[in-house]
């Protein structure tokens, strides 16, 4: 009898953990796998494969359905709809270049003249180079200098001469003291559009020197230093002072403070282009009494370039009264005019 009731309570109990009326677990899920974060969303009603690893019970699908407007405003987001309410979000920014593009044309063309005024004359100031085919050679002279130096607590002497003869020019300019002397000569042809030199020598124990060969267009050295292009206008060390003088004297109103003459110019070991810039003129107080004077500048470009200081004498014809010439580490030597006398 004990048997029989237990049998009959086991059956009884039975269908509480197993039975075929059961429904399938996944089944009923599958669609509402749509929204997962791992899936993009292709529409509200989309399917997705069913998920093979992971069952799902209905605590889980519950909250779902919540992420599904999300899915919803995506497909919203790709209908034209949409479009048209963010378009004027993100063309806004457009039309505002195109508001402020009318100014722009005012703005150009007040630009546009500052800028040719400003270049106008360093252009044109730099366009003379010698090129100007005017020039006015002064007259054979022998100018005598008191010279200056601070490495010396004296004064030495020195002399520029200056002959033309025909269409031919020499120059000499030379220092001397306590027997020594420095010496360097210029000497070529005289041309429509200046001084044409054919040979630069600098002595001081030796000489070395500088020849002008025009047929080949290149200035070659006696010191096996290289050979460099000849260039139109080109002068040397010593010719460059009295091209200077020839063009200034032809026409004083052109070269104006600020003017920036360009030339080749030639030592006995290499050549570099100067620019000399026209001053103002003063009234210098010398050995020689008073002298009116245009200053000309020639400023470093290189570290150890030399700083030349000209002043031509506005009533010598435009000859040198005053040459300083300036090291890099700050050593000089200034000659300063004396006398003048006619060429011997």
């Known amino acids: 009898m004990v048997v029989l009731l237990v049998h009959i309570a086991l059956l009884s109990t039975a269908p509480l953990s197993i ?3 059961q429904p399938p677990p996944a089944k009923p899920f599958i669609t509402r796998t749509v929204v997962t974060s791992n899936s993009p969303a292709k529409g509200a009603n989309a399917a997705k494969p069913p998920a093979t690893t992971q069952s799902v019970n209905k605590t889980q699908v519950r909250p779902r359905p919540v992420k599904a407007p999300a899915a919803d405003a995506v497909t919203a987001s790709r209908t034209p709809s949409t479009v048209t309410e963010t378009a004027p979000e993100t063309a806004a920014p457009v039309p505002a270049p195109a508001a402020s593009a009318p100014p722009a044309a005012p703005i150009e063309a007040i630009a546009t003249e500052p800028v040719a005024e400003v270049t106008a004359a360093p252009r044109a100031a730099r366009e003379l180079r010698t090129e100007t085919g005017a020039v006015r050679l002064p007259g054979s002279a ?6 200056e130096a601070n490495k010396f607590p004296f004064s030495a002497n020195g002399e520029l001469l200056w002959q033309t003869e025909g269409q031919q020019y020499k120059a000499r300019l030379s220092f001397s003291a306590f027997g020594q002397t420095r010496l360097q000569t210029s000497q070529g042809s ?12 600098d002595k001081y124990r030796s000489e070395v020197a500088a020849h002008f060969n025009r047929e080949q267009s290149k ?8 050979d460099v292009p000849l260039l139109a206008g080109a002068q040397d060390r010593l010719s460059v002072i009295l091209q200077l003088a020839a063009l ?5 109103a052109q070269f104006t403070p600020a003017t920036t003459v360009t030339i080749q110019v030639v030592s006995a070991r290499d050549a570099d282009t100067w620019l000399f810039t026209v001053g103002e003129e003063e009234t210098l107080s010398l050995a020689g009494g008073e002298q009116r004077a245009l200053k000309l500048l ?8 030399q700083k030349v200081e000209l002043w031509l004498g506005t009533r010598l014809d435009y000859l040198p009264v005053r040459l300083k010439i300036t090291e890099a580490n700050s050593d000089f030597i200034d000659q300063k005019w004396q006398s003048i006398e006619a060429a011997p």
Do not use: H, M, W
């Not at 022998?142 to 010279?147: R, S």
């Open 248 to 252: 200034i004297a032809a026409n004083p």
């Open 298 to 305: 020639r400023n470093p470009r290189q570290p150890y370039d």
């Open 190 to 201: 005289i041309t429509p559009e200046g001084l044409a030199p054919v040979r630069f020598a």
């Open 142 to 147: 022998l100018v005598k200098y008191k010279v």
């Open 19 to 21: 039975g075929p009326s």
């Open 219 to 226: 200035v070659t050295f006696s010191a096996n230093t290289p």
